[in-house]
């Protein structure tokens, strides 16, 4: 239906939402550092253009169109690309599910928004990297960089229980508060990527146990049967309802108000289906509907500030006639949020009850007399289509996932490569003094794995907390999907990181054996 597709259109797009988003802000702080790597190599060049006669803006234009022609060059390929490959990946395996006469990919206004806006914040963000440069005196450029230490800020890492540290933490813990900018920005790339991987797992292990709860817990019936309208009027639905015992009937209806005015269209799930239909509480374990009012879904309950004890109106859509009842229980219903009463209350209320759905056996089947009249759904179908949605969400999350770590390879290696720089004249200096190579790959090795340990305390709640946006913001309000991450993905998440980051370091320490000893010493004088 239109409204299926709606809310598989608004689920997607808080998905790719969240990812473009992370994909944005990852690679303006790959940017970022690179353009400060590319300043504070360049920093000689830089002073002798100015004494050569150049005027900042000319060399700020310099550095800024490095990013500007990139951005350029690469947004353009990404709108070409784009919709030629990876739209059509992604809509091949949506249409799977719904037949639409046009589901072409169209370049949306939006699509241009987001690269002319992508392009002028990498340009700022160029600007802002060479800007604590260029604004200098030439006489102040052309003099070797001196790092700026605060001998009183750093004073409390010699004292108290810091002093029982050992050398690698301590001197981890003060290159890192000399280089917030640089910390900073790497916990913000490493904990948006953890988060990222964390949300595709999530989303795909909620999915699963949305899709295994009702199979296994809800749905206990082989097959569901509806009457086939171009039989009804032939059908002899007392004998059919008395041969098919477990069934049930629903009913459109409009909640009202004291006014009798409708605030809500949804239906009423009038039960009597033995068994073959289970209902969940509101800890998702089985359990019995209360016979002696209406079970109302919790989220319904939720939106409009209904509880226990309160009486509840409705009438039938297209009738006048009001119905009310105390509201004893509330339940959480996956799919179609709706009111829920036993057959045995229906009729109580002087109502009569006309099955709509019947819930059949295999060996129901073959009474052929009765099943004539129906249209009948094997669970088994119902199962594969389920599970066919699944690998669906799981193909393209593949994909997001496989971004999110190649970006997040590239945030690792862009930092450890930022601040090998940082540290090559201090790494010179510690090898004249005795230390050795091993020894300040450890340091260096550490000091990675102290900011990924860091950066996983922040995204690992963040990716639960942009997975539980999707399940319960933007998905149809026809659902009520519960976030289920298990321990094993938080743990394989940080795990990976960690191994990555310890891979990355090794790799990136083989540039301290290779320091030129009097080149980064010369540089420093």
Not at 52 to 65: C, D, P, Q, R, V
Not at 181 to 186: A, D, V
Not at 190 to 195: L, T
Not at 425 to 447: D, E, N, P, R, Y
Request: net charge positive; with cysteine.
């Amino acid at each position: 239906s239109v409204k299926v597709l709606q809310g598989e259109i608004d689920e997607t797009s808080s998905i790719i939402g969240i990812f473009t988003g992370f994909f944005i802000l990852i690679s303006i702080l790959s940017v970022a550092t690179t353009m400060t790597r590319l300043i504070s190599r360049d920093r000689t060049k830089i002073g002798t253009l100015k004494a050569l006669g150049f005027s900042n803006a000319k060399i700020f234009w310099h550095y800024i169109s490095y990013g500007v022609y990139l951005s350029v060059l690469g947004g353009l390929v990404g709108i070409i690309v784009g919709p030629l490959m990876i739209s059509k990946f992604f809509m091949s395996n949506a249409m799977r599910f719904f037949e639409v006469p046009n589901c072409n990919p169209v370049l949306t206004t939006m699509s241009i928004i987001v690269y002319i806006c992508l392009t002028i914040s990498i340009a700022i963000t160029c600007y802002l990297a060479t800007r604590h440069i260029i604004k200098q005196s030439t006489t102040e450029i052309l003099r070797p960089e001196q790092p700026k230490i605060n001998s009183r800020k750093m004073r409390f890492t010699t004292s108290g229980n810091f002093a029982k540290l050992s050398f690698t933490s301590r001197w981890n813990l003060r290159d890192m508060l000399r280089n917030r900018g640089r910390m900073i920005t790497t916990v913000v790339g490493i904990s948006g990527a953890i988060a990222l991987v964390v949300m595709a797992f999530g989303v795909y292990t909620s999915m699963n146990n949305f899709i295994e709860t009702e199979i296994n817990m809800i749905n206990n019936f082989e097959n569901t049967a509806m009457i086939d309208a171009d039989k009804a009027e032939t059908a002899d639905m007392k004998k059919i309802a008395d041969t098919f015992t477990n069934n049930s009937e629903q009913k459109y209806i409009e909640l009202v108000d004291k006014n009798n005015q409708s605030y809500l269209t949804t239906n009423l799930f009038i039960d009597n289906s033995g068994g073959a239909i289970k209902f969940l509480n509101e800890q998702r374990e089985t359990t019995e509907l209360d016979n002696t009012g209406v079970n109302i879904s919790r989220k319904i309950a939720t939106e409009h500030g209904l509880r226990i004890g309160d009486t509840i109106r409705w009438r039938n859509v297209g009738d006048t006639k009001i119905y009310e009842a105390k509201i004893t229980k509330l339940i959480v219903k996956q799919q179609t949020q709706n009111l829920t009463i036993t057959k045995d209350f229906y009729e109580r209320m002087g109502e009569k009850y006309t099955p709509t759905t019947f819930y059949l056996s295999d060996n129901d089947l073959t009474k052929k007399e009765e099943t004539k009249y129906l249209n009948v759904q094997s669970k088994a179908v119902m199962t594969d289509n389920l599970k066919q949605m699944l690998k669906t969400i799981l193909n393209t999350l593949a994909v997001l996932l496989s971004l999110a770590i190649f970006l997040g390879i590239v945030v690792f290696y862009n930092m450890g490569i930022l601040s090998f720089c940082e540290q090559e004249i201090q790494f010179a200096t510690m090898k004249v003094i005795g230390f050795s190579s091993a020894k300040l790959s450890k340091i260096f090795t550490w000091q990675n794995i102290f900011i990924t340990i860091l950066s996983g305390l922040i995204g690992l709640p963040l990716g639960l907390i942009f997975t539980n946006y999707i399940y319960q913001v933007s998905v149809d309000d026809a659902y009520d999907i519960q976030t289920f991450i298990p321990w094993t993905v938080l743990v394989l998440s940080m795990l990976g990181t960690l191994i990555l980051s310890v891979i990355l370091s090794r790799f990136l320490a083989v540039k301290i054996r290779r320091i030129d000893m009097v080149k980064a010493l010369k540089t420093g004088e």
